[in-house]
């Protein structure tokens, strides 16, 4: 009997796959003016590392230790610096002290230096003008502040003389719990305002002189083209000139350390009058040797310093500028 199996077709022939060849795709080369730009900036890199770098991520494990500097040694503790800090009157009664300071200096310093870069942009350009008024900036703090100590003295002080002259009683100033502050702000606010208003001075330059003119042709005084001209287009580096020199006024220490521990004060006083975070910091550090602690009170700066900044920056809309 015949076979009745079905038959099966023959196998069809695959055919082999065909290989897609990519297209070489260039490796990315810097350009030799790149290069160089990595060379010259490598040098300065490497410093950010070993001194800026390491030593924050060192201070920021060492606030959690309690490190004596004299003994050299110590311990992991945790979060009880903090909890140290957050109970200290002195600490507290120092960050007053600094920001009654940092309202003073800023303030002042900033409406005075914007006045006189206003002035330099509208009556002249002098550069002997420039040069005048960046030279107390010049002037090193140490220098600056034995300079004003001496001048400020009760008995021998330049500046009693003359009130004395005309009748006004001889004034404590660095010695007066009252007046210390107002002092100290008042001496780098000579010394820093030049400096500031030429900074302002800069960011006027970059307004066109033809909307001033426009304005006084549709009969705008000085003060409203300042209001209406000045003011908004000066925003972006007004921000950039508050923010710098209000963190620098946080960092205060060295006009304090001088003026108040000269002729055998104690820096800081007269009682405490004077001690600004920097000075307890340093007081904690090399005075006391308790660095943990004096790691954490710098580490609660540093977020100070970042939470004022990122919130002027904000409330002065740096980023935005209306010349654009």
């Given at each position: 009997m015949?076979s009745?199996?079905?038959?099966?077709?023959a196998?069809?022939?695959?055919?082999?796959?065909?290989?897609?060849?990519?297209?070489?795709?260039?490796?990315?080369?810097?350009r030799?003016?790149?290069?160089?730009?990595?060379?010259?900036?490598?040098?300065?890199?490497?410093?950010?590392?070993?001194?800026?770098?390491?030593?924050?991520?060192?201070?920021?494990?060492?606030?959690?230790?309690?490190?004596?500097?004299?003994?050299?040694?110590?311990?992991?503790?945790?979060?009880?610096?903090?909890?140290?800090?957050?109970?200290?009157a002195?600490?507290?009664?120092?960050?007053?002290?600094?920001?009654?300071?940092?309202?003073?200096?800023?303030?002042?310093?900033?409406?005075?230096?914007?006045?006189?870069?206003?002035?330099?942009h509208?009556?002249?350009?002098?550069?002997?003008?420039?040069?005048?008024?960046?030279?107390?900036?010049?002037?090193?703090?140490?220098?600056?502040?034995?300079?004003?100590?001496?001048?400020?003295?009760?008995?021998?002080?330049?500046?009693?003389?003359?009130?004395?002259?005309?009748?006004?009683?001889?004034?404590g100033?660095?010695?007066?719990?009252g007046?210390?502050?107002?002092?100290?702000?008042?001496i780098?606010?000579?010394?820093?305002?030049?400096?500031?208003?030429?900074?302002?001075?800069?960011?006027?330059?970059?307004?066109?002189?033809?909307?001033?003119?426009?304005?006084?042709?549709?009969?705008?005084?000085?003060?409203?083209?300042?209001?209406?001209?000045?003011?908004?287009?000066?925003?972006?580096?007004?921000?950039?000139?508050?923010?710098?020199?209000?963190?620098?006024?946080?960092?205060?220490?060295?006009?304090?350390?001088?003026?108040?521990?000269?002729?055998?004060?104690?820096?800081?006083?007269?009682?405490?009058?004077?001690?600004?975070?920097?000075?307890?910091?340093?007081?904690?550090?090399?005075?006391?040797?308790?660095?943990?602690?004096?790691?954490a009170?710098?580490?609660?700066?540093?977020?100070?310093?970042?939470?004022?900044?990122?919130?002027?920056l904000?409330?002065?809309?740096?980023?935005?500028?209306?010349?654009?």
């Amino acid at each position: 009997m015949a076979s009745t199996a079905p038959i099966r077709p023959a196998a069809e022939a695959v055919p082999a796959p065909v290989r897609v060849r990519r297209p070489r795709v260039p490796r990315a080369r810097l350009r030799p003016d790149t290069r160089w730009a990595i060379v010259f900036l490598l040098p300065s890199f490497i410093g950010f590392l070993i001194f800026f770098f390491y030593p924050t991520l060192r201070g920021l494990y060492l606030s959690f230790t309690n490190f004596d500097l004299l003994r050299n040694s110590g311990h992991w503790i945790g979060l009880r610096n903090y909890q140290e800090m957050f109970s200290d009157a002195l600490f507290w009664n120092a960050l007053k002290v600094t920001v009654k300071y940092v309202i003073i200096n800023i303030g002042i310093q900033t409406v005075l230096a914007l006045g006189i870069a206003v002035l330099m942009h509208r009556l002249t350009k002098s550069v002997i003008v420039r040069g005048i008024l960046v030279l107390p900036w010049l002037i090193p703090n140490v220098v600056l502040a034995l300079l004003w100590m001496w001048m400020l003295d009760p008995n021998l002080g330049i500046i009693n003389h003359y009130l004395n002259l005309v009748g006004i009683p001889s004034q404590g100033f660095l010695g007066s719990p009252g007046q210390v502050i107002p002092t100290i702000a008042g001496i780098n606010i000579w010394r820093n305002m030049g400096y500031t208003a030429l900074l302002l001075f800069a960011g006027l330059m970059t307004i066109p002189a033809g909307l001033y003119e426009a304005a006084a042709i549709d009969g705008a005084g000085e003060w409203r083209m300042f209001r209406t001209i000045t003011l908004p287009l000066l925003r972006p580096v007004l921000a950039l000139v508050l923010v710098v020199t209000v963190i620098g006024s946080f960092q205060v220490f060295d006009t304090v350390n001088v003026a108040t521990g000269g002729l055998g004060g104690q820096p800081g006083g007269p009682a405490n009058a004077s001690r600004v975070l920097y000075e307890y910091i340093f007081q904690q550090a090399f005075q006391f040797y308790n660095l943990g602690y004096a790691a954490a009170l710098s580490v609660a700066l540093i977020v100070l310093l970042s939470v004022v900044a990122l919130i002027q920056l904000r409330l002065l809309r740096a980023s935005e500028s209306d010349l654009a």
